[in-house]
């Protein structure tokens, strides 16, 4: 990792913080020389420069445990095990936050609630600094509305996120002035249908702009990574037609294929041939493990879900043991389904030995019954750097090709394009060791929560899910033994924040 720009950030978290310090670049696409103080001007004149200045948005990726947030140990508190996929693991009381979260009975003083509140909002301000520099770029028009772009597709995506936890969030199109970061514009909530507006504007932007992923270095945003988000988030706001339309666009393109076996999609090397980073599948992943010091890795990210030591010790547990595969999702795997296998590491009866050789002992060694495969990251055949686990260099799959398969299955049954949602569907079953089933909105719906599980996508989708099907969430969280209500649909806006917007911010229903 090279040290690639140093200026005063302007965070935006409802109040105005000031953070001096280094931003980084992490990934193993670009070579970067150190950079010393990056002036408008040099950013305005040379593209490397500005470059650079967009690449330091990506670092946001690697923050996370018990710091702000994305992608990390909170973010998969509030959408995992919120959900009927997964339980919060470890034991009672290990965690306060995550306790409240899996009981459906968060608090407005969750940490993790506010942890994931300012790690979106931190990537929204380095977004919004670099876009606030390449706006007086005067190299070829090109490269700079492709920066813009890309800029503007990580934007957008902080943002989807946002308004799918919170709902309607402050929505901070610039790098306000100091005077103006007080104004009631950037100290109260937008509606969820403006920053959903906001979003696509961003998109639809990217997606003009942005190069196809043959022209693109390997870890960034591209073309198909921008209509592949803006048709999910078309799904969400219930246009199937252009859902439908733009995963299609995705789809024949031709740049993207389905992993032939589902348990290597999140391997770090590919078997002959197979899986492995960036693989094949592969739409839109964060980088990691491309230093010796760690810092490229997600904080906490693999430790945090990694089987637990309890009972009788004496065995190199693998980490704190959040996040179990649920009962629920146990129970609804089909007979012959592979991804079971690729999905959950279960310790009973008598342990398992996973991929790389390691023995997870039986369970009277073990605090719980089943762990994450997909968080996992073998000590001993994969990459490793600097002696670290807490920041293991696993890499993280944010968008694939199953997930736009799905995508377009469900958007063309919405509009009557049966044939279609068919092939998707058969695609995703046939790869899983799976028969044929009929293209209806339950049977798509099972198969991304069997695709998707503990991708950290669930929760967001049993909401949208209720919002087409009334009732849905409520039956899902019966099942895993919970009673689902409708406020729970959205998390409550941290205290915090509503404290530093002197009450202008105001609490969703329910809290």
Not at 59 to 65: A, I, Q, S
Not at 95 to 108: F, G, K, N, V, W
Request: aromatic residues 10%; charged residues 20%; glycine residues 8%.
């Amino acid at each position: 990792m090279k040290k690639i720009l140093k200026y005063k950030l302007t965070l935006i978290l409802t109040g105005v913080a000031v953070l001096s310090g280094t931003l980084h670049a992490c990934k193993n696409y670009l070579d970067v020389a150190p950079q010393g103080q990056i002036t408008q001007d040099q950013i305005a004149a040379d593209p490397n420069q500005a470059k650079n200045l967009v690449l330091g948005i990506y670092n946001v990726f690697y923050t996370g445990g018990f710091d702000p947030d994305v992608d990390s140990f909170q973010f998969v508190i509030m959408t995992d095990i919120a959900s009927d996929d997964a339980d919060h693991g470890s034991f009672t009381g290990d965690s306060r936050d995550a306790d409240e979260i899996d009981a459906l009975q968060t608090s407005t003083t969750n940490g993790a609630v506010n942890l994931v509140w300012q790690g979106y909002y931190q990537g929204v301000a380095r977004s919004n600094q670099a876009l606030d520099k390449l706006k007086n770029a005067t190299f070829d028009a090109t490269t700079k509305n492709a920066l813009i772009a890309e800029a503007r597709f990580l934007r957008a995506y902080f943002y989807f996120n946002l308004v799918r936890l919170y709902g309607g969030v402050p929505l901070l199109d610039k790098v306000p002035t100091p005077a103006e970061a007080n104004e009631d514009k950037y100290q109260t909530r937008a509606s969820a249908d403006d920053v959903y507006k906001f979003i696509i504007s961003d998109l639809d932007f990217a997606a003009a702009n942005l190069p196809q992923k043959i022209a693109t270095d390997v870890g960034r945003a591209n073309k198909s990574s921008a209509q592949a988000l803006e048709a999910k988030v078309y799904l969400y706001m219930k246009d199937y037609q252009k859902a439908y339309d733009l995963s299609k666009a995705v789809i024949t393109t031709g740049g993207y294929s389905l992993v032939k076996d589902y348990s290597l999609i999140w391997r770090e090397k590919a078997v002959n041939g197979d899986g492995g980073n960036n693989n094949s599948e592969s739409i839109f992943e964060i980088q990691a493990g491309i230093n010796k010091a760690c810092s490229a890795g997600i904080n906490l990210y693999t430790v945090s879900q990694g089987p637990r030591a309890g009972g009788k010790f004496g065995w190199a547990d693998l980490g704190y043991g959040f996040n179990n595969p649920s009962a629920s999702l146990l129970g609804e795997y089909e007979p012959g389904d592979v991804r079971r296998a690729g999905t959950v590491i279960t310790i009973l009866p008598h342990g398992t030995v996973l991929f790389d050789g390691f023995r997870i002992p039986s369970r009277d060694s073990v605090q719980n019954d089943y762990y994450s495969y997909k968080a996992y990251h073998s000590r001993t055949a994969e990459s490793n750097c600097g002696g670290s686990t807490d920041r293991l260099p696993k890499q993280v799959r944010i968008l694939r090709y199953a997930d736009i398969l799905l995508i377009n299955a469900e958007a063309a049954v919405q509009i009557g394009n049966t044939g279609d949602a068919q092939t998707d569907l058969n695609l995703v079953r046939t790869r899983a060791g799976l028969g044929t089933a009929m293209p209806t909105l339950e049977n798509i719906w099972h198969e991304r929560r069997m695709e998707l599980a503990e991708e950290h996508d669930r929760f967001f989708d049993i909401v949208r899910q209720d919002a087409v099907k009334p009732g849905r969430a409520a039956a899902a969280f019966a099942a895993h033994g919970k009673t689902w209500k409708a406020t729970a649909a959205l998390f409550p806006i941290p205290q915090a924040q509503i404290d530093l917007s002197k009450g202008r911010l105001k609490q969703n229903p329910g809290y």
